[in-house]
Every structure is written in C-alpha cells, then in structure tokens.
C-alpha cells in the first residue's frame, strides 16, 4: 500500500467519541456505559468497513503503541487493532486509537495507521 492508501485507512478507520460533563455519578455511569459499548463493538465495527477493501481486523489484546513505537507520549493510553490481508498470518497495518476515561470526560479517537 502507498502512502495514499495510508490515507484512505484513515478515512475509513477514523471514529472519534468525545464527551464531557459535570462530575457526578450520572456522568461516570455514563461513560461506563459508552465506553463498554465502544470496546465491545469496535472490532465489529471496523471490521464491516474493512471487508470492502479486503482487509480483516483484530483488536491487539494486552498492547498498546508503546509496544509498538516504543515509549511516546500518550502511548498507555491507546488501543491497537491489527489489519490483516487476506489469508496472512502476520498484520499488515496496525490502527492506533486514543482512549481515556476521566470521572467527567471521554476521549476516543484514531491516532495513527501505521505500516507494520
């Protein structure tokens, strides 16, 4: 894939959540709520934008772009999903997604697509 693919994954891959509220437990519950929903369906979801452009997707489980990159800042706090071509065995990109949890705030958001 050229850099111009690169680009095209970004676009596909990219979903951004954000939210932010007063600090009770209404909105801790709530981000409880939207985090779980966010974790339990994100490889569903990027895997049904993916199959058009033959690529599978596995959430990396214990890894985060540290494992990856090596220690950046930020890098504890994301999630990395690992792109398949059909029929490999080893990925072939890696998604990158920020996420962090505060008592009033959510972030979610792509970071980064990086060749692997």
């Known amino acids: 894939m050229s850099s111009e693919d690169i680009n095209t994954l970004k ?8 939210f932010e509220g007063p ?9 409880e709520i939207i985090d779980e929903y966010l974790m339990e369906r994100l ?9 058009p452009y033959g690529f599978e997707a596995a959430i990396r489980e214990n890894a985060n772009e540290c494992t990856i990159v090596g220690e950046t800042p930020g890098c504890k706090d ?5 792109l398949y071509s059909p029929g490999s065995s080893h990925p072939a ?6 996420r962090r949890a505060g ?3 959510y972030e ?4 980064n ?4």
């Open 103 to 105: 008592d009033n705030t």
């Open 93 to 98: 990109y890696y998604a990158v997604y920020y």
């Open 43 to 51: 490889a569903i979801m990027i895997n049904n934008v993916l199959t």
């Open 23 to 31: 600090s009770d437990w209404t909105t801790r519950e709530y981000i």
């Open 78 to 82: 994301t999630i990395v999903v690992e």
């Open 113 to 116: 697509v990086l060749k692997a």
């Open 11 to 18: 676009k596909i891959l990219k979903i951004s959540v954000s």
């Open 108 to 111: 979610f958001y792509l970071k």
